[in-house]
């Protein structure tokens, strides 16, 4: 997630830069066309500037959709942020010897707690690790960006390392071999709760209120795999890149002869100007696209690195641990 308040336009070259170098190689082959009277018609500028119109709206309209899902995807994990210290509030103020009739060592008691709440730390890593996973809609040519930000966030390789940290051995080889190691997870805390009344630990109400949390968790995710799994309409995507290619081509052939009526020095300032004129175009296109996909593990997704530590840090502190990893920071403007 970009965090910077100004815009960094060195980056911003780099990044999106060439698309301005190819739309000025292209809009200056047309002017040489021109100016060597290679060619002489000319596109009047009512029609293409109509299709510019459409073509706006229609780009705009996608881009509404994308933020949508965007901002979707970020209730959920704040959703998800709530609901997990939720879950370490119940795991510490319920599990208890109240209503046992033989009461355990203080020492059980804790023993019980962290791995209910270590589990849950595994559970929020595994989910986030499965959101990564690219899909065939995504734009995976941008991997490098994930190499560049961020940590962890190419494979599932430091997920699966944080899980050997939250589970036992034994647990662990078991859950990771499930197609849906999140969702076996949260079964696996059901079982354990189960196993918990039937010592004395839990009373029916507790029970009861800690396995509709877990019911809560399955939602929210759920509603994350829904976002990841079901694009953007793709023919709203296709199309919108085709309405744009069609604009950008068009372009020139109405401007250029339009500002050359001006004199032969008006055709080399229409270069620089058609070029701006379509990369505001093309970014808009491109911007929507990015947007469209809040799990890509790019620099405009939802920051789940930085959310999965913030739960991580709460929950080891409903513990008492001292010894806590640090907050995930921002670099070069940007948090993953």
Known sequence: ?????DIN???LFKVRGKHMLWLLAFMGAIALLYYFDLIDFEIPWLPVSVIGTAVAFYVGFKNNQAYDRMWEARKVWGGIINNSRTWGMMVDGYISNLFVEQPLRVEAIHETKKRLIYRHIAWIY?????????????????????KKFGL????????????????PEAEHD???????TATQIINEQSRDLRNLRELGLLDDFRHVEMK???GKLYDLQGKNERIKKFPLPRQYAHMSRIFVAVFVFLLPFSMIPELAK???WAIWISIPLCALIAWVY?????????????????????????LCRTIEIDLREMLGEKDLPPTIQAKNGVLM
């Open 1 to 5: 997630m970009l965090i910077s308040r």
């Open 9 to 11: 336009y060195v980056a």
């Open 126 to 146: 595994a989910h986030r690790s499965q959101l990564l996973v690219p899909t065939v809609w995504e734009n995976t040519s941008q991997i490098k960006e994930r």
């Open 152 to 167: 962890g966030l190419v494979d599932d390789e430091f997920t699966r390392t944080e899980l050997k940290l939250f589970l």
């Open 174 to 180: 078991r859950l990771v071999a499930y197609v849906n």
């Open 212 to 214: 509709n949390l877990l």
């Open 262 to 264: 001006l004199g032969d």
């Open 282 to 306: 093309v970014m808009m296109e491109i911007v929507g696209e990015n947007t469209a996909n809040p799990f890509q593990g790019l620099v405009y997704d939802i920051p789940m690195m930085a």
